[in-house]
């Protein structure tokens, strides 16, 4: 059988409401944000009618486990350890006791958020998880956290990138690169390596591809870590 892509997007603008959405008063205001809403983010469904892995959760389980419905779920891959990614991690994965995946650089992040709970699979760079007869491979794209990793499939030509790289660029984290040398140096050495076609499926917003990024590397480089990115 056939592996595909699912992409579950868990919708979210700052002010609380959609573009769809009209201001539930019939005014301009917008209703607030609730405390505890998911926050804007791509979950990844990578599998076949059987089986699936799950890349980066997010915070929506219940959102995770509708897409996922009866398949198996054989493993959750967290792509680093920020909570937007890795809230729904264990409820998601405790459904069919799979094992989550981190790479343990990663651990103080995870821990912030999960503080009873430690990751089964502690990925390092060159890892690799089967799923539908096809292959992912584990690589470190540190920068973004120390422990972030994108997951590379050969055979279906897509790598997910999570905060390592967008369609917009590197991503910073609460404004700030954490290490906007080393994520410069990830994405230039280990990610503009893959073939150009590849397609880059992010950890928010729209996917791109190693071509487009391989583009504006340049000016990326150029811009430095205060310029806006996001
Ligand atoms: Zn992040």
Redesign the pocket.
């Known amino acids: 059988m056939e592996a595909r892509i699912e992409r579950v997007w868990t919708p979210y603008f700052p002010g609380g409401a959609t573009p769809q959405d009209p201001p539930a008063n019939g005014g301009t205001s917008r209703p607030a944000v609730p405390p505890g809403a998911p926050r804007e983010a791509n979950t990844w469904v990578i599998g076949d009618d059987d089986e699936v892995i799950v890349i980066d959760p997010g915070e929506d389980a219940a959102g995770v486990l509708e897409m996922v419905g009866d398949r198996e779920i054989l493993a959750v891959i967290c792509t680093?350890g920020?909570a937007?990614?890795v809230a729904a991690a264990v409820e998601v994965a405790e459904r069919d006791e799979a094992p989550v995946a981190l790479h343990p650089a990663d651990r103080l992040h995870w821990r912030l958020v999960h503080p009873d709970a430690d990751a089964e699979i502690e990925m390092t760079d060159g890892g690799r998880f089967d799923v539908a007869d096809v292959q992912l491979e584990v690589i470190h794209t540190a920068g973004?956290?120390p422990g972030?990793v994108s997951l590379y499939c050969a055979d279906l030509k897509v790598v997910f990138t999570?905060?390592a790289l967008l369609a917009s660029g590197p991503?910073p984290?609460e404004g700030e690169f954490p290490d906007f040398p080393g994520q410069l140096t990830a994405i230039g050495e280990r990610l503009l390596d893959l073939p150009p076609g590849t397609r880059v499926l992010p950890?928010h917003g729209e996917e791109s591809s190693i071509a487009a990024a391989a583009k504006r590397f340049d000016s990326w480089v150029a811009a430095g870590p205060s310029a806006d990115l996001g």
Do not use: A, N, P
Request: aromatic fraction near 0%; charge should be negative.
């Open positions: 680093h920020h937007t990614h973004h956290t972030s999570g905060d991503v984290h950890g």
